[in-house]
């Protein structure tokens, strides 16, 4: 019971989360920034959706957040300004963006962390109740 807890407390932060980043960048609507260099890598190229929030900054702030909460691992934060860096270096976002981005990611992890220590019994009670009714059902 304790894995699959684990479990959803991870997974319930990063769906919540990539969905509120990629609604949030349709609501928002910026464009990414103008790559003015010839690069023999170009992964500008690749990225066909909006800037505004970093979708990677996103999930290098919940993943660094989650680790520290669940495991009191903080090495991952020193990781996020890493990423950050790398998604501005390419063009693919402002210093805004993922800024925006990482802290999206920290709240996601501290809030769905929250969430499912509240109500996990519930889950589980329902989860029993459904095991439970099944053989009555069929």
């Excluded at 999930?59 to 520290?68: I, N, P, R, V």
């Excluded at 693919?92 to 992890?109: E, N, R």
């Amino acid at each position: 019971s304790k894995g699959i807890f684990t479990f959803f407390k991870f997974l319930l932060p990063v769906l919540a989360g990539l969905k509120f980043v990629l609604l949030t960048k349709k609501i928002i609507g910026r464009p990414r920034p103008v790559d003015k260099f010839d690069r023999k890598y170009n992964f500008r190229s690749v990225e066909s959706n909006c800037s505004m929030p970093s979708g990677d900054s996103f999930q290098a702030g919940l993943w660094a957040a989650l680790l520290l909460i669940n495991f009191g691992d903080n090495r991952l934060i020193y990781a996020v300004p890493f990423v950050m860096f790398g998604r501005i270096y390419y063009y693919c976002h402002f210093l805004s963006d993922t800024i925006v981005g990482s802290v999206i990611g920290y709240f996601f992890a501290f809030y769905g962390n929250t969430l499912m220590l509240n109500y996990w019994s519930d889950i589980v009670r329902g989860i029993n109740f459904i095991n439970s009714i099944i053989p009555i059902i069929f």
